[in-house]
C-alpha cells in the first residue's frame, strides 16, 4: 500500500535559517504529492503540490521537487522565520481514489 | 467561497451525550470526509462520502455516525462517546477522484469526552 516517511523532529532552528524536511514515499502509479501546514490548535492548510515527476511546488518562500527517481518530496525553505513555526506534513494521493495518505509529521520551532 | 466551515470550534460532552458536528462547503467539491485527529499525531481518515454516498468507512465504531443532507453539506453524529475519542475532528473536501487536488480542511472542532 501506499506510505509516506518523514524524519523525527522537532526540529528547531534560529531565524533566517535554512530549513530542510525530508520526505520519501511508496505508491503505486503516479502519485500526486504534497505538503500540509498546522499551526498550533488550527487545522491543516495547503502548503504546496507537485503532479508528475520533476514539478517544483513553491508558496511563501518553501520550496519542493517531485523526485521519482529517489522517491522524495523534501520540503525547503532559504529563511525560515519565527511564524514558521508549525507541524509540517507530507502527504501523496494515487490512482483515482479520494485517499490522502499522510506522513508523521515535523514539528519545527524557530527561535530568535 | 474557498473555505471548509466547521461548527462548533469546541465540544465538551458527557458519555451518556448525543450531540453533532457540523462541515459546510461551497466549492462545488464532491468528495468530502472526516479525520480524527490526536496530539502530536497524522490524521486519520474515519469517512469519506462521494457524491453524497458514503464510499469508505475505515471500521469506525458504531457511536459515530455520519450524515451527508447534500453536497454542501456533512455532519457527524456522535453519541456514547469514551473518553479516549476526545481529539480534534476535521473535515476535509476535494475535487471527486481527481489525484491532482489536494483537499480543503476546516479548522476542526475540538472535542472533549468527560
Known amino acids: 500500500g501506499d506510505s509516506v516517511t518523514q524524519m523525527e523532529g522537532p526540529v528547531t532552528l534560529s531565524e533566517e535559517a535554512f530549513l530542510t524536511i525530508n520526505c520519501t514515499y511508496t505508491a503505486t502509479g503516479y502519485p500526486s504529492l504534497f505538503w500540509y501546514v498546522q499551526y498550533p490548535g488550527e487545522g ?5 503540490k507537485a503532479t508528475k515527476a520533476d514539478d517544483k511546488g513553491s508558496n511563501k518562500g518553501f520550496e519542493a521537487t517531485y523526485r521519482k527517481e529517489t522517491t522524495s518530496f523534501h520540503l525547503e525553505k532559504g529563511s525560515v522565520q519565527v511564524s514558521d513555526s508549525a507541524v509540517y506534513f507530507c502527504a501523496l494521493r494515487s490512482g483515482g481514489g479520494n485517499k490522502l495518505t499522510f506522513g508523521t509529521g515535523t514539528q519545527l520551532k524557530v527561535e530568535l | 467561497d474557498t473555505e471548509v466551515t466547521q461548527t462548533p470550534k469546541h465540544l465538551v460532552m458527557g458519555m451518556t451525550n ?3 458536528l457540523k462541515c459546510e462547503q461551497h466549492m462545488g467539491h464532491r468528495a468530502m470526509y472526516w479525520y480524527k485527529q490526536k496530539a502530536k499525531k497524522p490524521p486519520e481518515l474515519m469517512f469519506v462520502y462521494s457524491y453524497e454516498k458514503l464510499s ?3 471500521s469506525v465504531p458504531s457511536r459515530f455516525s455520519p450524515e451527508c443532507p447534500n453536497s454542501s ?3 457527524l ?5 469514551q473518553p479516549e475519542d476526545s481529539a480534534l475532528y476535521l473535515c476535509a473536501s476535494s475535487q471527486n477522484h481527481d489525484r491532482g487536488e489536494g483537499y480543503t480542511f476546516g479548522s476542526g472542532t475540538r472535542l472533549t469526552v468527560v
Do not use: D, F, G, T
Not at chain 2, 453524529?77 to 462517546?81: D, E, I, K
Open chain 1, 44 to 48: 491543516l492548510q495547503l502548503l504546496l
Open chain 2, 18 to 20: 448525543k450531540k453533532s
Open chain 2, 56 to 58: 469508505i468507512n475505515e
Open chain 2, 73 to 75: 453539506l456533512l455532519n
Open chain 2, 77 to 81: 453524529h456522535l453519541h456514547a462517546l
